[in-house]
């Protein structure tokens, strides 16, 4: 907390809270160093940058209204599918394609919403399961749409503003799905900072007391899941449209779970966690399995066990502590 | 007499085959002070969980001022007004007073479902906000989380939370719990200094708190109403002595 923040108005305080950290600016402008240190790595680069986009909108649920889910891959693959589908049917432009995806993502967010908006703790956990599962089996057994277990077949993506193709190097990749994750970001955070964002802590922090201040909880957790799936839907979208590929693996239940992981590992809650999260899974991800494939989830299991049980609020939350103590000395 | 701010008719409400309201008909005349006592288990906090909507009474029904809200769903009873605290600390640890009571003035002004414009620049929500709590003598922590505030002012944001919601009729549930004896007067000279216009009516044991500040006084027992009437009443009732008061060690 701020030390000048004692002096402030209460105004003045709840604006500094949400003012942008000098931190905050050296992380976006270190996710553009790759252009230059590591152009070979720029396609990891724009998986990365899908998985933190995915992150974020698990944070929003579960890091900030404290709903937890297990099937948050339904999104993202309806994102991916739709985005393919899309490109093949209507056309390859891909900010439109962006947009649709994300609207159906949400759509069915919404839809579900209902259900999820009535459950918490373990009851939740299985029925976003649930739901993942099913949808995924629905997606196998759709062939003629999804083409089942082969991958969506056909995607035509056209060049960015016509001008930048999606190539194998990954430059527009990378460029693509950084900008994408940076504008959504700045729409999270200025979600979080609004009185929107407040009630969904208000809902995190104490489920009981929210009607007792005449909150309807259930209304507030309706909309941040619809704007989650969305969000999920616009990662799902993003990997579809940089990859031209869609395969079934986008709605499985691995990716539900590495996502999750993802978060626990960055810290829920903060919105940089899921980012950060993401940047590490990825990366560990890419070099374990350089040193045997097979089993590059042994490390990850060490480094969540670790990360739990020594950091309960993920890496940045141990970060933050290690600062504020040092401040406080 | 006045218009009645709350009252209930015939309110029922059972565990099982254990009764924990039976039959029970309020009256509160607006701005009342009535203290609800009676022993452990007699439903008092039943009672305003009924009233709350927290609990759906199996029979009769609950009217704030002239309107039936016995079915309606909790935080609709507090937008029309039906506010209450809770007898064990039920705060937001990781928001602090400002950002927590900001949130109910919010919600009370319908802007918590706003997501695109950040929350300093409703100055008046923040203010109002402010001034509940420099009223509840909480402004002096109120960028403290509320985790590590002093029990006693978690006490006092308990009742600020309720205030933010503008009610015309607050419930508090033990509002002095845990609070050494010389510091719950402080806790009551905050109750006490709320408006006339405000209907009250408070858990409390200790009889002194009781006997100061209450207008009326209802003792439940079993979940019934046993008697009530004003504090004199009550202190000179021979059954309320056996039942209640002589039941206590300290009385």
Same mark, same amino acid.
Request: glycine letters at 10%; proline letters at 4%; aromatic letters at 10%.
């Given at each position: 907390?701020?030390?000048?923040?004692?002096?402030?108005?209460?105004?003045?305080?709840?604006?500094?809270?949400?003012?942008?950290?000098?931190?905050?600016?050296?992380?976006?402008?270190?996710?553009?160093?790759?252009?230059?240190?590591?152009?070979? #790595?720029?396609?990891?680069?724009?998986?990365?940058?899908?998985?933190?986009?995915?992150?974020?909108?698990?944070?929003?649920?579960?890091?900030?209204?404290?709903?937890?889910?297990?099937?948050?891959?339904?999104?993202?693959?309806?994102?991916?599918?739709?985005?393919?589908?899309?490109?093949?049917?209507?056309?390859?432009?891909?900010?439109?394609?962006?947009?649709?995806?994300?609207?159906?993502?949400?759509?069915?967010? #919404?839809?579900?919403?209902?259900?999820?908006?009535?459950?918490?703790?373990?009851?939740?956990?299985?029925?976003?399961?649930?739901?993942?599962?099913?949808?995924?089996?629905?997606?196998?057994?759709?062939?003629?749409?999804?083409?089942?277990?082969?991958?969506?077949?056909?995607?035509?993506?056209?060049?960015?503003?016509?001008?930048?193709?999606?190539?194998?190097?990954?430059?527009?990749?990378?460029?693509?799905?950084?900008?994408?994750?940076?504008?959504?970001?700045?729409?999270?955070?200025?979600?979080?900072?609004?009185?929107?964002?407040?009630?969904?802590?208000?809902?995190?922090?104490?489920?009981?007391?929210?009607?007792?201040?005449?909150?309807?909880?259930?209304?507030?957790?309706?909309?941040? #899941?619809?704007?989650?799936?969305?969000?999920?839907?616009?990662?799902?979208?993003?990997?579809?449209?940089?990859?031209?590929?869609?395969?079934?693996?986008?709605?499985?239940?691995?990716?539900?779970?590495?996502?999750?992981?993802?978060?626990?590992?960055?810290?829920?809650?903060?919105?940089?966690?899921?980012?950060?999260?993401?940047?590490?899974?990825?990366?560990?991800?890419?070099?374990?399995?350089?040193?045997?494939?097979?089993?590059? #989830?042994?490390?990850?299991?060490?480094?969540?066990?670790?990360?739990?049980?020594?950091?309960?609020?993920?890496?940045?939350?141990?970060?933050?502590?290690?600062?504020?103590?040092?401040?406080?000395? | 007499?006045?218009?009645?701010?709350?009252?209930?008719?015939?309110?029922?409400?059972?565990?099982?085959?254990?009764?924990?309201?039976?039959?029970?008909?309020?009256?509160?005349?607006?701005?009342?002070?009535?203290?609800?006592?009676?022993?452990?288990?007699?439903?008092?906090?039943?009672?305003?969980?009924?009233?709350?909507?927290?609990?759906?009474? /199996?029979?009769?029904?609950?009217?704030?001022?002239?309107?039936?809200?016995?079915?309606?769903?909790?935080?609709?009873?507090?937008?029309?007004?039906?506010?209450?605290?809770?007898?064990?600390? %039920?705060?937001?640890?990781?928001?602090?007073?400002?950002?927590?009571?900001?949130?109910?003035?919010?919600?009370?002004?319908?802007?918590?479902?706003?997501?695109?414009? /950040?929350?300093?620049?409703?100055?008046?929500?923040?203010?109002?906000?402010?001034?509940?709590?420099?009223?509840?003598?909480?402004?002096?922590?109120?960028?403290?989380? %509320?985790?590590?505030?002093?029990?006693?002012?978690?006490?006092?944001?308990?009742?600020?939370?309720?205030?933010?919601?503008?009610?015309?009729?607050?419930?508090?549930?033990?509002?002095?719990?845990?609070?050494?004896?010389?510091?719950?007067?402080?806790?009551?000279?905050?109750?006490?200094?709320?408006?006339?216009?405000?209907?009250?009516?408070?858990?409390?044991?200790?009889?002194?708190?009781?006997?100061?500040?209450?207008?009326?006084?209802?003792?439940?027992?079993?979940?019934?109403?046993?008697?009530?009437?004003?504090?004199?009443?009550?202190?000179?009732?021979?059954?309320?002595?056996?039942?209640?008061?002589?039941?206590?060690?300290?009385?």
């Amino acid at each position: 907390m701020p030390v000048t923040a004692v002096s402030a108005s209460p105004q003045q305080y709840l604006q500094l809270l949400s003012r942008w950290h000098p931190l905050e600016i050296a992380f976006w402008l270190a996710t553009l160093l790759p252009f230059v240190l590591f152009p070979t #790595y720029l396609s990891l680069g724009s998986q990365i940058a899908v998985a933190a986009l995915f992150a974020l909108s698990l944070d929003l649920i579960l890091g900030y209204a404290g709903v937890v889910s297990l099937g948050h891959a339904a999104f993202f693959g309806i994102g991916a599918y739709s985005a393919g589908l899309f490109s093949k049917f209507v056309w390859g432009e891909p900010f439109s394609g962006l947009l649709v995806a994300a609207a159906i993502a949400a759509l069915v967010g #919404y839809a579900s919403s209902f259900i999820v908006a009535r459950f918490r703790h373990l009851t939740l956990i299985m029925i976003t399961l649930g739901l993942g599962l099913l949808l995924h089996e629905a997606a196998n057994s759709a062939n003629w749409l999804t083409g089942g277990s082969d991958g969506l077949q056909g995607i035509n993506i056209w060049p960015l503003l016509g001008l930048f193709k999606f190539d194998l190097y990954g430059t527009t990749a990378y460029a693509y799905a950084l900008g994408v994750l940076f504008i959504v970001f700045l729409m999270a955070r200025r979600l979080i900072n609004s009185p929107f964002g407040l009630a969904l802590r208000g809902i995190r922090e104490n489920w009981v007391r929210m009607p007792a201040i005449g909150a309807n909880s259930r209304g507030h957790i309706r909309k941040i #899941y619809t704007i989650s799936a969305g969000v999920a839907g616009v990662a799902g979208a993003v990997i579809a449209q940089t990859t031209s590929t869609v395969s079934l693996e986008a709605l499985s239940f691995e990716r539900s779970a590495d996502v999750l992981v993802m978060l626990v590992l960055g810290g829920a809650g903060r919105l940089y966690g899921g980012l950060v999260g993401a940047a590490i899974f990825m990366i560990a991800r890419d070099q374990f399995s350089g040193i045997a494939p097979q089993y590059w #989830y042994f490390w990850i299991g060490i480094l969540l066990v670790a990360v739990v049980m020594f950091l309960p609020n993920g890496i940045l939350g141990g970060l933050s502590k290690i600062i504020t103590r040092l401040r406080g000395r | 007499m006045s218009a009645t701010a709350l009252s209930t008719r015939g309110l029922s409400m059972s565990f099982g085959s254990l009764v924990v309201a039976r039959d029970i008909e309020l009256s509160l005349p607006v701005g009342a002070r009535y203290a609800l006592i009676g022993p452990n288990g007699a439903g008092k906090t039943t009672l305003i969980n009924l009233m709350t909507g927290v609990l759906t009474p /199996k029979t009769g029904k609950i009217f704030l001022g002239n309107d039936d809200i016995t079915a309606l769903e909790p935080q609709s009873r507090v937008r029309r007004g039906l506010a209450r605290t809770f007898q064990i600390n %039920t705060l937001f640890a990781g928001l602090n007073p400002l950002e927590a009571v900001t949130l109910a003035v919010a919600e009370r002004r319908s802007i918590a479902a706003k997501f695109w414009q /950040k929350i300093a620049t409703h100055k008046e929500v923040i203010e109002e906000a402010y001034e509940i709590l420099v009223k509840l003598k909480l402004g002096d922590c109120c960028y403290q989380p %509320t985790r590590e505030l002093p029990y006693g002012r978690q006490r006092l944001l308990e009742i600020a939370l309720a205030l933010a919601t503008k009610p015309k009729v607050l419930l508090l549930d033990e509002p002095a719990a845990g609070v050494p004896r010389e510091e719950s007067g402080d806790i009551f000279e905050v109750v006490a200094s709320l408006s006339n216009e405000l209907t009250l009516l408070f858990i409390e044991h200790d009889m002194h708190v009781v006997f100061r500040f209450a207008t009326h006084i209802i003792v439940l027992v079993g979940g019934a109403i046993f008697t009530q009437g004003s504090p004199a009443d009550i202190a000179a009732d021979p059954g309320v002595r056996e039942v209640y008061l002589g039941n206590r060690k300290h009385a």
